[in-house]
């Protein structure tokens, strides 16, 4: 299994960045998607999470600016971020989710003028 992020960087306060994973070597279509993150100091924390029928849930603090998708035919996630915050920045992660999570490397995304 392997899960592979990328389209993180830096931006301004304000900005936009559109984060993408490709995974391989799962079913993708029965797994729930998610995407959390981890600031230094502080805990991993969920983001947003897609199921495989579209539902969508997301952590208050990025609900309104944070759109998460997924394409089960490029077995691929996304999370389009909008508005960014300086308190966006961390690392963030992909998971996939059935009875077991498998895990991204991480994208780093920092929010700074």
């Known amino acids: 299994v392997q899960l592979v992020e990328s389209g993180g960087g830096l931006v301004q306060p304000g900005g936009s960045l559109r984060l993408s994973c490709v995974a391989s070597?799962?079913?993708?279509?029965?797994?729930?998607a998610r995407w959390y993150r981890q600031a230094p100091g502080n805990q991993r924390e969920l983001v947003a999470q897609i199921t495989p029928t579209y539902n969508t849930n997301y952590a208050d603090a990025v609900t309104g600016r944070f759109t998460i998708s997924r394409d089960n035919a490029e077995k691929s996630v996304y999370l389009q971020m909008n508005d960014l915050k300086s308190e966006d920045t961390a690392v963030y992660f992909c998971?996939?989710?059935?009875?077991?999570?498998?895990w991204g490397q991480g994208t780093q995304v920092t929010v700074s003028s």
């Open positions: 998971a996939m989710y059935f009875y077991t999570t498998y």
């Open positions: 070597g799962i079913s993708f279509p029965i797994y729930v």
